[in-house]
């Protein structure tokens, strides 16, 4: 089994009380995540919040490539407030790291793909997505976003 990761960084002027209850709104991480232009295809269909966090799950619906319709849902796993989350996602993971500074927060997002053979990962990673570009494109629009 291999797994590819991609992991980014950014520092956000607010609290992590604030960054942390901005990001674990699946709609606003959706909104930060998927390109504009992409969300025409691209929606949460259904989101349930648990009061404890853990066992929240998110459906999502749209397009692969534009043309084959996919759905998934996202399931969170981990929670611990002001610290970490981990969702879930259909054969990988997210990873949502806060970290208080000197002057606000450290916000770490990491995605991980894990597939059992090597040649399907690298090519979703390449085909699908750019995972470096697309992580970057989300942390700095959270960035605007909390602290706007």
Do not use: C
């Not at 699946?26 to 504009?36: K, M, R």
């Not at 399931?75 to 500074?101: C, S």
């Amino acid at each position: 089994m291999t797994a590819t990761r991609h992991e980014h960084s950014v520092h956000i002027d607010a609290p992590v009380e604030t960054v942390f209850a901005y990001v674990e709104d699946p709609n606003h991480f959706i909104e930060a995540f998927i390109p504009e232009e992409e969300r025409r295809h691209t929606a949460a269909v259904d989101i349930t919040m648990t009061p404890e966090g853990v066992g929240s799950t998110v459906r999502l619906t749209g397009r692969m490539l534009h043309l084959f319709h996919i759905e998934w849902t996202v399931t969170r796993e981990e929670y611990i407030r002001n610290e970490r989350i981990v969702d879930h996602v259909p054969a990988g993971k997210l990873v949502y790291t806060f970290t208080p500074d000197d002057t606000g927060t450290t916000f770490t997002l990491a995605f991980e793909w894990t597939f059992n053979l090597p040649v399907v990962g690298d090519a979703i990673d390449r085909v699908s997505w750019n995972g470096d570009r697309d992580l970057e494109h989300a942390l700095t629009e959270l960035k605007q976003a909390i602290e706007s």
